[in-house]
């Protein structure tokens, strides 16, 4: 069984900066993707960003697009999430996933949650306007 375990999250002022941590443990497929989501409550959880861990090929959503970046460390088991010029909407528990499916040597659907297997316990993202 995989463990993971989230870090990072805090309040912050817009156009801030955070770092989401992910610390994997357990047990883990050889390859995979992992992913970031993030959910407000009443809403639809929102896939942010993935990695294929074959490669490290990485996903990053529209609305995250040029503001956060995937990344992980293969020695000490941990995925990251930097976070820069934060806004307000990007309020949110954000959750760490793994074990998402793959195909033609990528994720085969980054953004959807339902791929996903393993789930962390989330991190929340308070940004002040």
């Keep these: 069984q995989i463990y993971l375990q ?3 999250g805090g309040s912050v002022q817009a156009g801030g900066s955070l770092r989401l941590s992910c610390k994997v443990s357990g047990y883990t497929y050889i390859t ?3 992913g970031w989501f993030r959910q407000v409550p009443g809403l639809k959880r929102e896939g942010v ?3 294929f861990t074959g490669g490290d090929i990485t996903y ?13 460390d293969r020695a000490t088991d941990t995925l990251y999430l930097q976070m820069n010029n934060l806004k307000p909407e990007d309020s ?5 996933s793994a074990h998402g499916f793959i ?21 929340q993202v308070i940004v002040a306007s």
Excluded at 60 to 72: C, E, H, L, N
Excluded at 111 to 117: A, C, L, N, P
Aim: with cysteine.
């Design 6 to 8: 989230e870090s990072g």
């Design 32 to 34: 995979y993707c992992m």
């Design 49 to 51: 960003a993935a990695i």
């Design 60 to 72: 990053v959503s529209d609305s995250a697009k040029g503001r956060f970046t995937i990344s992980r």
């Design 92 to 96: 949110a528990t954000y959750f760490c």
């Design 103 to 123: 195909r033609n040597g990528g994720c085969y659907a980054p953004f959807q949650g339902s791929d996903y297997t393993d789930w962390g316990q989330g991190t």
